[in-house]
């Protein structure tokens, strides 16, 4: 019973303190002059932020129940540039110094503030002179030991970056932050929220030595970014004399990299890809350069280590090597159709490279696998650089197709499309998984060397083919053409010239070499030279293509090569129509002539022999006999 009476006394002994202490704020408010509240409400904001307040609407004091003071349309200058401009500032005093009669403000808010920052050419901003300011009341203050009030609030306040030196200006709204104002401790720190680019994005911001950090001295930071394209966070060292450094650990991530450059007013890459990316890497930054090393970087599920730097003092430049064990192409190449739905024509769509100017790249990549559309390379090494709008993919060296592929591919900008060069050495490759893996074509076995050198501009992939120039050369060993046995069809039409041709579609002709040598003008192909040579048959072939059109008008001799009696068999052919599906047709008159019962027909054509020769001749050709059908102008008997 004791100790619950103790408790009941203990808790009426601070009621009544409470009460007297209210109280005597109460009766106090009667007695503090109005103006020295004021008046010591905006010593201690100059004395704290080291700025000049300028109050230019009215003001009003409230002591009870809790002290505050109330500033209208509110500027802080240095009494030559204006950087600040709020509706209102309200000063909340601290309550025991009140007690006492003194006014001491706890912190600060700030209602509808307007924060403008401008970059003039030379790289000084109008904040300068103020920062310096600040530096020098905070020393000031600190020294005399006298309190600072510790917290500043911004609630929904605006800030205007107006960067003179890139002609830009950039707004944040809906500012609402709550900054630890070093009062007690030397560390910062600010947190909250703000809208940029239509946007929310939430961030704090922590400074181990802020008076450090004010002066340009070095000081620990910890910056946190977090919105709907992505997260950012730092860890790290600030200084900003004699020039701009940090150094810290970096790591960002972002579920869309193009929307993200988008949203930032950057040139996205053209094409595809580009997406879910998250990077971390130990930072350094001097001046306009930031260099990462042991970087950790995934680009559309690719993975890679190793070095960038990018530097924007000037033209923006990005440089690095990196080393992946797989890189997968598919996602930018995806976006670049080479022909229509069907697979028949070449895709006429527009095609320009807008998102390759602005920036200049010399990035060197090296991966264990690297998976292209329809093809799939080994240990490749390629070094991508890029400036004033014009791409070099040069390939150092590829294991792919059993062989190795050397060479280099240009894509330049220009004002309505895109220029396209390209110069490729494979050398002993499949020739059957090249072919069909990068080109296309399923015709062709064996191993080979293949050298590539063409170029051409236009607005659309068909514009590019119409303008194609240059060259082709295969030279191939031990393989052999496929769906089309030459051998067994030539044996076939030696002995019956006359019958039908069911394996033209069918079968293979190996061969001991093959050459192939292409020219290449405006889209039109002059085929100078193919050869093919192997035990049983040659064969040699010479005419044009047109690569706009993707059709043929070839001739060409095939030989079936007799070892045994010295006479081989020379059947002429054209190769005619659509390259994806041609027509071969041999030389209908050399079977005729060869077939001895349908040399009468030929002699008939050719006007030498009556209708009864020929009569006798089809019925040899088709087997049947019987009563010659009535001429045309004979009426039947009844």
Known sequence: MNAVTALKRLGL???????IAFGSIWVLSFFISVDAVREQAKAEIRAATGLEPVFRGQSSVRLFPAGSVTFHDVLLADGKNSALVAERLVANLRFFPLLLGHVETADVMLEHPTITVDIERSGHSNWATLLDRLVRGRGDKLHARQPIFSAVRIQDGTVILNDKTKSSVERFDHVNMSLAWPGISKSFGATGHFDWRGETLEGSVTLADFSAALSGAASGIKLRLTG???KLAFDGNLSTKPTLKISGVLAADSPSLRKTLLWAGANAPPGGGFEKVAIKADTNVVGGTVALSNVNIELDHNRAEGVLTFAFDGRRTLQGTLAADMLDLRPYVSAIKFVDADQREWNDGHVSLDGMTGFDVDLRLSAATVLLSNAKLGRTAIAANLRDGQLVLTVGESQAFGGIIKGAITLGDIANGLNLKSQLQFSDVDLDSCLTQLFNLR???GKGNISL?????????????????????????DGALVGLNVEQLLRRLERRPLSGGAELHTGRTPYQRIEIGLNITNGKVTVDDVKIEGSAVRLALGGSASIPARNLNLTGTATLLSAATGNDFELPFVVQGSWDDPIVLPDAQLLIRRSGAAAPLLNAVRGHLNRDTV??????????????????DTAPQK
């Open 453 to 477: 050198a063409v170029s051409g501009t236009g607005d659309s992939i068909l514009g590019v083919t119409r303008t194609l120039n240059g060259t082709v050369n295969l030279v191939g060993t």
């Open 228 to 230: 709907q394209h992505g």
């Open 443 to 445: 015709r062709l076995e």
């Open 13 to 19: 002994a601070l009621a009544a303190l409470i009460v």
């Open 615 to 632: 009569r006798s001749a089809i019925e040899r050709l088709t087997g049947q006999t019987g009563a010659a059908p009535a001429p045309a």
